[in-house]
């Protein structure tokens, strides 16, 4: 399979979104009329579209590109960042902090070329632009008027065969670079090749059907142009701003840390957060000694790439300094409230690439307790849970994303397994949250990965309440950014009951519940290992990084106090685990020219699914069981991995 077709495995869902499909034309069949009108092959169409937007709508919705419709077209005019972006957490304190920076080629926010025009497509289908921001089927016609004239303008004939359209497509992606542009368009003829199915934001079912007989081109040997610092797979687009290493007039030093990674500390993580400001403000920040740090920025607008940091050093991006030095840490330009504005196909797509060149290149597995959210990192002390991030947030598309990777989530195990991974249907899953305008007022319906946790097996039951973020015991909320009462897709737990359409699961030492219903379903089996307490104990400290034993220290390195989070470990509950570590400890006390001394202790430790977030336990506290699902199928499933 080549690279571009890994990343093409579709999003497969299930019924329709609540309210049903907008009025109107049926999106397929609106598909099916612009192809015919405009002589484009409909599965060139239809693949451009699922590129362009994952064929969904929001009509007079524009992107932060200013792209609207199915086809995203862009009108410039409408490219522009929110006037007042939403409140709220940021991961940055002060990003318009620091110097101005000298940004990446095309940082503007907008393509070099634009071919997607919108007020260009107005006018060849003889409409006015504002109809084509709002009107599903004028968008469409407008994006295949576009691409018959962009494949006259090439000399090439309105061909029924879509192997025919190939240049098109790759001049339709808007870059200026050959390459990018290449694999934008393979990525097109993969899915073309392969088919997809996905139940749009408007509720409605579209079936792109499989053409076995289509196939990408053979894949550039060239390689994009780029700055010799720069560590990216071959078709991305990507570029390089340093981050600073420097002393800092306050007598200590930003905002990295110089490492020798994997000689001197093995690389586990790879922790995946949004921006919550744009990325010319984010390229300030990176660029000031006194804020934090991260490896890598991905625009919103057309996924372009830029790198601050070497993989090899260690940046300052998790609030947690053990994850830090384990993890790789990439920015997605957004803000969690405005999901459909800012989280695009195109930065999905450069994402999931740059993490599937990176897994491979440093061996990190692609499974969720080692493609972390920046909402799974753990607090390194109970002092600092409340304080600890919640991006890239419950609108973030983990199911899709592990598609891109070429790892889909499925099902492991039977149903009635004794281990389950949370997986809701992510279009037409749509808890209600609060928040994202003004606090206490609803959100706007949304496709979610996260699932909501009771106390008992009933909607109207208390929410599970944390602890640990809450430590005043304030009950958890619905707000969009109260991470207390609910888990995320692609997180295994062990099952703790069943009664109905529910399930519970063991989660911060708790019986949570959720609905799982066999119509609609929002976990399936798993298989694998899990750790419970020993005999004889009846609870097992858990913590937010694994350290070292005091005698590991040497000497003139202070040993770090243990902190057990606020969580209680009892005896008979089970947490699924995906690894086994060491600890480890890096002595940042003062500015080197070479690498900091990495501490490495003896004693072993589990990572364990606690809830929400990861934590850690000592292996000398708990025994290893294997799962006993019934009508398992985990012969299927890759094994924990060991390290």
Request: hydrophobic share 35%; proline share 9%.
């Given at each position: 399979?080549?690279?571009?077709?890994?990343?093409?495995?579709?999003?497969?869902?299930?019924?329709?979104?609540?309210?049903?499909?907008?009025?109107?034309?049926?999106?397929?069949?609106?598909?099916?009329?612009?192809?015919?009108?405009?002589?484009?092959?409909?599965?060139?169409?239809?693949?451009?579209?699922?590129?362009?937007?994952?064929?969904?709508?929001?009509?007079?919705?524009?992107?932060?590109?200013?792209?609207?419709?199915?086809?995203?077209?862009?009108?410039?005019?409408?490219?522009?960042?929110?006037?007042?972006?939403?409140?709220?957490?940021?991961?940055?304190?002060?990003?318009?902090?620091?110097?101005?920076?000298?940004?990446?080629?095309?940082?503007?926010?907008?393509?070099?070329?634009?071919?997607?025009?919108?007020?260009?497509?107005?006018?060849?289908?003889?409409?006015?632009?504002?109809?084509?921001?709002?009107?599903?089927?004028?968008?469409?016609?407008?994006?295949?008027?576009?691409?018959?004239?962009?494949?006259?303008?090439?000399?090439?004939?309105?061909?029924?065969d879509p192997k025919d359209w190939w240049?098109?497509?790759?001049?339709?992606?808007?870059?200026?670079?050959?390459?990018?542009?290449?694999?934008?368009?393979?990525?097109?003829?993969?899915?073309?090749?392969?088919?997809?199915?996905?139940?749009?934001?408007?509720?409605?079912?579209?079936?792109?059907?499989?053409?076995?007989?289509?196939?990408?081109?053979?894949?550039?040997?060239?390689?994009?142009?780029?700055?010799?610092?720069?560590?990216?797979?071959?078709?991305?687009d990507c570029d390089w701003l340093s981050?600073?290493?420097?002393?800092?007039?306050?007598?200590?030093?930003?905002?990295?840390?110089?490492?020798?990674?994997?000689?001197?500390?093995?690389?586990?993580?790879?922790?995946?957060?949004?921006?919550?400001?744009?990325?010319?403000?984010?390229?300030?920040?990176?660029?000031?000694?006194?804020?934090?740090?991260?490896?890598?920025?991905?625009?919103?607008?057309?996924?372009?790439?830029?790198?601050?940091?070497?993989?090899?050093?260690?940046?300052?991006?998790?609030?947690?300094?053990?994850?830090?030095?384990?993890?790789?840490?990439?920015?997605?330009?957004?803000?969690?409230?405005?999901?459909?504005?800012?989280?695009?196909?195109?930065?999905?797509?450069?994402?999931?690439?740059?993490?599937?060149?990176?897994?491979?290149?440093?061996?990190?597995?692609?499974?969720?307790?080692?493609?972390?959210?920046?909402?799974?990192?753990?607090?390194?002390?109970?002092?600092?849970?409340?304080?600890?991030?919640?991006?890239?947030?419950?609108?973030?598309?983990?199911?899709?994303?592990?598609?891109?990777?070429?790892?889909?989530?499925?099902?492991?195990?039977?149903?009635?397994?004794?281990?389950?991974?949370?997986?809701?249907?992510?279009?037409?899953?749509?808890?209600?949250?609060?928040?994202?305008?003004?606090?206490?007022?609803?959100?706007?319906?949304?496709g979610s990965s996260a699932v909501r946790?009771?106390?008992?097996?009933?909607?109207?039951?208390?929410?599970?309440?944390?602890?640990?973020?809450?430590?005043?015991?304030?009950?958890?909320?619905?707000?969009?950014?109260?991470?207390?009462?609910?888990?995320?897709?692609?997180?295994?737990?062990?099952?703790?009951?069943?009664?109905?359409?529910?399930?519970?699961?063991?989660?911060?030492?708790?019986?949570?519940?959720?609905?799982?219903?066999?119509?609609?379903?929002?976990?399936?089996?798993?298989?694998?290992?899990?750790?419970?307490?020993?005999?004889?104990?009846?609870?097992?400290?858990?913590?937010?990084?694994?350290?070292?034993?005091?005698?590991?220290?040497?000497?003139?390195?202070?040993?770090?106090?243990?902190?057990?989070?606020?969580?209680?470990?009892?005896?008979?509950?089970?947490?699924?685990?995906?690894?086994?570590?060491?600890?480890?400890?890096?002595?940042?006390?003062?500015?080197?020219?070479?690498?900091?001394?990495?501490?490495?202790?003896?004693?072993?430790?589990?990572?364990?699914?606690?809830?929400?977030?990861?934590?850690?336990?000592?292996?000398?506290?708990?025994?290893?069981?294997?799962?006993?699902?019934?009508?398992?199928?985990?012969?299927?499933?890759?094994?924990?991995?060991?390290?």
């Amino acid at each position: 399979m080549t690279a571009s077709a890994a990343l093409l495995i579709p999003l497969l869902t299930g019924t329709p979104a609540c309210g049903g499909p907008a009025p109107g034309p049926k999106l397929q069949n609106v598909f099916t009329d612009a192809a015919d009108e405009y002589h484009v092959p409909r599965s060139v169409l239809m693949g451009v579209s699922y590129l362009q937007s994952r064929w969904d709508s929001r009509p007079g919705t524009p992107s932060v590109a200013g792209g609207y419709g199915p086809m995203h077209l862009v009108d410039t005019r409408q490219a522009k960042a929110p006037a007042n972006p939403p409140s709220g957490r940021a991961d940055s304190p002060a990003i318009a902090a620091g110097p101005s920076a000298a940004p990446p080629k095309g940082s503007s926010g907008s393509p070099a070329e634009q071919p997607a025009d919108l007020r260009r497509a107005a006018l060849l289908i003889g409409a006015p632009a504002g109809r084509l921001r709002t009107d599903t089927a004028a968008n469409v016609r407008g994006g295949a008027a576009l691409l018959a004239a962009t494949q006259r303008q090439l000399g090439k004939p309105l061909s029924a065969d879509p192997k025919d359209w190939w240049d098109a497509v790759a001049r339709f992606s808007g870059t200026d670079d050959t390459v990018s542009a290449a694999a934008y368009a393979n990525d097109v003829f993969s899915l073309i090749r392969r088919g997809a199915h996905r139940t749009t934001d408007a509720g409605e079912q579209i079936t792109l059907p499989a053409s076995p007989r289509v196939r990408p081109r053979a894949a550039d040997e060239r390689k994009a142009h780029r700055p010799k610092e720069v560590e990216c797979p071959p078709e991305l687009d990507c570029d390089w701003l340093s981050a600073p290493y420097v002393r800092t007039d306050d007598g200590s030093y930003g905002n990295h840390d110089v490492a020798d990674r994997p000689r001197d500390q093995r690389i586990d993580y790879i922790v995946l957060h949004d921006t919550e400001a744009t990325l010319r403000s984010m390229l300030q920040t990176v660029q000031n000694p006194k804020e934090p740090s991260w490896h890598y920025s991905i625009r919103s607008s057309d996924g372009q790439v830029t790198q601050h940091i070497r993989t090899k050093d260690m940046a300052w991006h998790s609030g947690n300094q053990m994850v830090n030095a384990r993890s790789i840490g990439i920015e997605h330009e957004g803000f969690l409230k405005q999901p459909g504005s800012w989280y695009t196909e195109q930065m999905y797509r450069a994402s999931a690439r740059l993490v599937r060149y990176l897994a491979k290149k440093y061996d990190i597995p692609l499974d969720r307790q080692h493609i972390l959210g920046h909402d799974n990192v753990p607090g390194p002390t109970a002092s600092s849970v409340p304080g600890m991030h919640d991006d890239p947030g419950p609108f973030w598309d983990w199911r899709h994303y592990f598609d891109l990777l070429g790892v889909p989530l499925r099902a492991t195990a039977g149903a009635d397994s004794d281990m389950v991974t949370v997986l809701p249907d992510y279009a037409t899953h749509r808890p209600e949250f609060t928040g994202c305008t003004e606090a206490g007022t609803p959100c706007a319906p949304h496709g979610s990965s996260a699932v909501r946790l009771h106390t008992a097996p009933d909607e109207s039951a208390p929410l599970i309440q944390d602890p640990g973020r809450r430590p005043g015991g304030e009950a958890s909320t619905v707000d969009v950014d109260d991470l207390g009462s609910r888990v995320s897709a692609g997180q295994t737990f062990a099952v703790a009951g069943y009664e109905g359409d529910w399930t519970a699961i063991w989660y911060q030492g708790q019986r949570a519940w959720f609905e799982n219903s066999k119509n609609h379903p929002t976990a399936v089996g798993a298989s694998g290992r899990m750790v419970t307490p020993k005999a004889g104990l009846t609870e097992v400290p858990v913590y937010g990084r694994a350290l070292p034993e005091k005698d590991s220290y040497p000497d003139g390195v202070p040993a770090q106090p243990e902190s057990p989070l606020p969580y209680h470990f009892l005896a008979g509950q089970r947490y699924a685990t995906e690894a086994r570590l060491v600890g480890s400890h890096i002595d940042r006390s003062q500015f080197r020219d070479t690498p900091s001394p990495v501490v490495t202790g003896r004693e072993e430790w589990y990572e364990i699914q606690l809830g929400q977030r990861i934590a850690f336990v000592r292996a000398s506290d708990v025994d290893v069981v294997e799962s006993q699902g019934s009508g398992s199928t985990a012969g299927n499933a890759a094994p924990p991995h060991e390290r």
